[in-house]
């Protein structure tokens, strides 16, 4: 059995315990019920709403005298002033939307109903546990089912192909009677069509009067037997093997093009993916899947009985006080199968929920937030190998800056392109929702993750065609941005953001007055200083724009300094030593310099890190961290520390409290970043390369005694493998892309000699490792 699967000996009770299969672009949430099952499928440009032009024309107009208001400590006046006119119109985005749900209605030998089995879970005899399983195997990236109906075993497998685009299932029987079922499509709303005919499934629909147009078609083979076509459903009886291939395809081409032909997409799909057998359908997607996710591997010594034991009691067994190293491995792994199922070449970034919802209203919208949760769902992409997956981010981006580029100009009279905290398909660029939207530091976020992937790849191409525009467009619009701050401030003669956040979270101002709404909060003072300095790397990779790497490098220069608070030590939030408003506020906006940036650092910066430590615990004790994105960026936090114990204790909160039983993350509701930042903090606990070094095992939990971990990826091109026993590293390889230098550190011994060692590109290296050390 393998250790990277996830079992459970009932169905799915609700859409949080089914299990997902995705192919970045599709997506599919299996139940597992007997005798009605689900197959709930999402398409990623299922969204409600259309391209508007959100300009405000009262926002340039009003931007002097906010500006003026806030240098003034007058909060609670700019933000009534700004209220509103600030904002985009219309004010919010809409949500993203299921496509439609296959649904299969077992029924009995005669063709009559089933009654509902109820399939026991716990103190079962060997033959009862037998009579059910369901299951996720993430090496292969195939959901199964077997279950006793009636006399019967009868197996069902699904998977979403990216090689085929189709999700596909197949339900077969041993018995030579054969199974009888009705299959259906639905959706709750917006259904134009919904037909059954020959052996195809289809239903249609749109989303508003002038909104994407759907389509959801399946085509049915089945061996033995007979399939009758009933209104819109399908009645199949006798047949030992049924087999649906679905595609799923919308209007959506680009945020203001909604031109393309649903069915017409839907049709050549399934063309192509029904002139193959099951067998090669399945072998194709296997194949295309485990290229990818057998990248890595990771193995934390444990109690081999666990894994007998069905993942839900596992994590019980969790949340009453419990380790269990085996189940964090598996979590890991897990959110490096939903970054591959959320987000390949050619699609969507993930949202909020990857590529799976099941709301007409998804919670939040299931959109876009670039504040945090959209930069999170990135961050395990390069360092546990799937920096493939990256691009879809890029290739949104690059989508949405016509867009950025005309708020830029409409709103603050910049050159370059902006994105403010929320955003969608369609290309919204303006502040939207609350005033803590009004946070035009998306885009430039968002650049320091095009950076990383030229990090870790050295992929010039990718730089010069794609990344540097992305990254050049920020520094743009960040540099006509930058105001420089009025004698009386404390920051006087320096260049500053304003309007500012520190996201989401408020501060007490001087008059006592709870406020979001600031100037030059830290955060975008650490995103700059990591923006600048990417983009002058940048620049000295590819040569030329001599004239605003001048610019850039000044008004670096000219930032304001991150201040420690002489209050309490921490490092101050906000330009002013305000008091927190919410001192457990789930956002930790300034440790961004710390992580996911690298310009406070053990090294260069002890003093800054020593107040980031006094602003985590204050955090902490505050009751931070409640969210499980927010546990995760704390696993990610405490990696950076090098404090193994803490790794482990967050680790361990992120499953007892924002763990859901098929390992969904919870905000709560489910919230996928939380997944990918928990398997980034994992990863980071054993390899960082931030520093310009390979760091070996830098914060391994005190329970991780022995384990080995391969394929995961340093900076400059490197691929790493290790092993340790009794904590203690045993054995490491690095691999270069290309002929190059690296210095390897594990502790603080330098390996392999003194200093930076010469590696030829894919010849692995070993590193000379004493055990004990």
Same mark, same amino acid.
């Not at 690059?398 to 994105?419: C, M, P, Q």
């Not at 500053?496 to 709404?517: D, L, Q």
């Not at 190059?740 to 200093?755: F, P």
């Given at each position: 059995m393998s250790m990277n699967r996830l079992w459970y000996r009932q169905p799915a009770a609700n859409w949080v315990e089914a299990l997902p299969v995705g192919n970045g672009r599709l997506g599919a949430m299996i139940y597992g019920g007997v005798p009605n099952e689900e197959i709930q499928m999402n398409e990623e440009t299922v969204w409600d709403g259309k391209y508007h032009d959100r300009s405000n024309p009262e926002a340039l107009r009003v931007l002097p005298k906010v500006r003026e208001l806030l240098f003034a400590g007058k909060s609670k006046e700019a933000t009534e002033l700004a209220d509103g006119r600030m904002h985009g119109i219309p004010r919010r985005v809409d949500s993203y939307q299921p496509l439609a749900s296959l649904r299969i209605h077992f029924r009995g030998d005669n063709g009559a109903?089933?009654?509902?089995?109820?399939?026991?879970?716990?103190?079962?005899?060997?033959?009862?546990?037998?009579?059910?399983?369901?299951?996720?195997?993430?090496?292969?990236?195939?959901?199964?089912?077997?279950?006793?109906?009636?006399?019967?075993?009868?197996? /069902?497998?699904?998977?979403?192909? *990216?090689?085929?685009?189709?999700?596909?299932?197949?339900?077969?029987?041993?018995?030579?009677?054969?199974?009888?079922?009705?299959?259906?499509?639905? /959706?709750?709303?917006?259904?134009? &069509?919904?037909?059954?005919?020959?052996?195809?499934?289809?239903?249609?629909?749109?989303?508003?009067?002038?909104?994407?147009?759907?389509?959801?078609?399946?085509?049915?083979?089945?061996?033995?037997?007979?399939?009758?076509?009933?209104?819109?459903?399908?009645?199949?009886?006798?047949?030992? &093997?049924?087999?649906?291939?679905?595609?799923?395809?919308?209007?959506?081409?680009?945020?203001?093009?909604?031109? *393309?032909?649903?069915?017409?997409?839907?049709?050549?799909?399934?063309?192509?993916?029904?002139?193959?057998?099951?067998?090669?359908?399945?072998?194709?997607?296997?194949?295309?899947?485990?290229?990818?996710?057998?990248?890595?591997?990771?193995?934390?010594?444990?109690? $081999? +009985?666990?894994?007998?034991?069905?993942?839900?009691?596992?994590?019980?067994?969790?949340?009453?006080?419990?380790?269990?190293?085996?189940?964090?491995?598996?979590?890991?792994?897990?959110?490096?199968?939903?970054?591959?199922?959320?987000?390949?070449?050619?699609?969507?970034?993930?949202?909020? @929920? +990857?590529v799976w919802n099941e709301h007409l209203k998804a919670p939040w919208d299931a959109d876009y937030h670039a504040n945090i949760n959209l930069q999170m769902n990135y961050w395990p992409a390069e360092i546990t190998n799937l920096s493939e997956c990256h691009t *879809?981010?890029?290739?949104?981006?690059?989508?949405?800056?016509?867009?950025?580029?005309?708020?830029?100009?409409?709103?603050?009279?910049?050159?370059?392109?902006?994105?403010?905290?929320?955003?969608?398909?369609?290309?919204?660029?303006?502040?939207?929702? $609350?005033?803590? +939207?009004?946070?035009?530091?998306?885009?430039?976020?968002?650049? @320091?993750?095009?950076?990383?992937?030229?990090?870790?790849?050295?992929?010039?191409?990718?730089?010069?065609?794609?990344?540097?525009?992305?990254?050049?467009?920020?520094?743009?619009?960040m540099l006509d941005f930058l105001i420089e701050a009025p004698q009386g401030t404390p920051v006087?003669?320096?260049?500053?953001?304003?309007?500012?956040?520190?996201?989401?979270?408020?501060?007490?101002?001087?008059?006592?007055?709870?406020?979001?709404?600031?100037?030059?909060?830290?955060?975008?003072?650490?995103?700059?200083?990591?923006?600048?300095?990417?983009?002058?790397?940048?620049i000295d990779v590819l040569g030329g724009d001599d004239e605003l790497k001048v610019a850039i490098a000044a008004a670096r220069d000219r930032l304001p300094p991150l201040k420690i608070s002489p209050r309490d030590g921490r490092l101050q939030e906000w330009v002013e030593d305000y008091v927190d408003a919410e001192p457990g506020h789930r956002h930790i906006s300034h440790a961004f310099g710390f992580h996911p940036g690298c310009i406070i650092t053990q090294e260069d910066t002890p003093d800054l890190v020593e107040a980031m430590r006094k602003t985590i615990r204050a955090r902490l004790a505050g009751g931070g961290g409640h969210t499980g994105w927010s546990r995760a960026w704390l696993v990610n936090i405490q990696a950076r520390f090098g404090d193994g114990q803490e790794v482990e204790n967050n680790l361990y909160d992120l499953l007892r409290r924002c763990t859901l039983p098929n390992l969904f993350d919870t905000h709560p509701p489910f919230q996928i970043d939380g997944n990918f930042g928990g398997t980034a903090g994992i990863a980071e606990a054993l390899l960082q390369s931030h520093e310009g070094y390979l760091n070996l095992l830098p914060a391994l939990p005190p329970s991780w005694q022995t384990g080995f971990v391969k394929g995961l990826r340093g900076r400059g091109g490197f691929t790493v493998d290790m092993a340790w026993a009794g904590g203690k590293l045993t054995a490491a390889t690095v691999t270069a892309d290309r002929e190059?230098?690296?210095?390897?550190?594990?502790?603080?011994?330098?390996?392999?000699?003194?200093?930076p060692q010469s590696l030829k590109a894919g010849v692995a290296m070993p590193l000379d490792v004493k055990i004990g050390k």
């Open positions: 109903a089933m009654q509902r089995i109820e399939y026991k879970k716990a103190d079962c005899t060997p033959d009862e546990a037998r009579t059910y399983e369901r299951a996720l195997d993430l090496e292969t990236g195939v959901a199964s089912v077997m279950a006793k109906q009636g006399k019967m075993m009868v197996k /069902r497998e699904t998977f979403v192909s *990216a090689v085929d685009q189709v999700i596909a299932t197949r339900i077969s029987t041993g018995d030579q009677a054969g199974v009888n079922m009705i299959l259906r499509l639905d /959706r709750e709303e917006n259904v134009i &069509s919904n037909t059954a005919d020959g052996a195809t499934l289809c239903l249609t629909g749109q989303l508003g009067v002038d909104g994407v147009r759907f389509a959801c078609m399946g085509r049915i083979r089945i061996d033995g037997g007979t399939i009758v076509s009933r209104r819109s459903s399908f009645w199949i009886r006798g047949a030992t &093997s049924v087999d649906i291939r679905m595609a799923g395809a919308t209007s959506f081409v680009a945020p203001r093009d909604l031109t *393309a032909d649903p069915l017409a997409r839907c049709c050549k799909v399934l063309d192509a993916a029904c002139a193959k057998s099951w067998d090669q359908l399945l072998d194709d997607h296997v194949k295309d899947h485990a290229a990818l996710f057998n990248r890595v591997s990771l193995h934390l010594a444990d109690d $081999p +009985g666990l894994e007998a034991m069905p993942t839900d009691d596992r994590l019980q067994r969790v949340k009453d006080g419990q380790k269990d190293q085996g189940l964090a491995a598996l979590y890991f792994q897990y959110g490096r199968y939903l970054l591959m199922g959320s987000s390949r070449p050619g699609c969507m970034p993930a949202n909020l @929920q +990857g *879809a981010l890029f290739d949104w981006m690059e989508s949405i800056r016509f867009s950025g580029e005309k708020t830029a100009k409409d709103h603050y009279n910049a050159k370059g392109w902006v994105l403010h905290h929320v955003s969608d398909i369609f290309g919204a660029t303006t502040g939207n929702g $609350p005033m803590c +939207g009004l946070w035009p530091m998306g885009a430039a976020w968002l650049c @320091q993750h095009v950076w990383e992937h030229y990090a870790f790849t050295k992929d010039r191409a990718f730089l010069e065609k794609q990344g540097w525009p992305l990254m050049k467009g920020a520094a743009e619009f006087a003669g320096r260049l500053v953001t304003n309007p500012s956040h520190s996201p989401e979270n408020g501060f007490i101002n001087a008059a006592g007055e709870r406020s979001v709404f600031t100037y030059s909060a830290t955060m975008d003072i650490e995103i700059l200083q990591d923006l600048f300095t990417n983009c002058l790397s940048a190059s230098q690296v210095e390897v550190r594990y502790g603080k011994e330098i390996l392999g000699g003194s200093g």
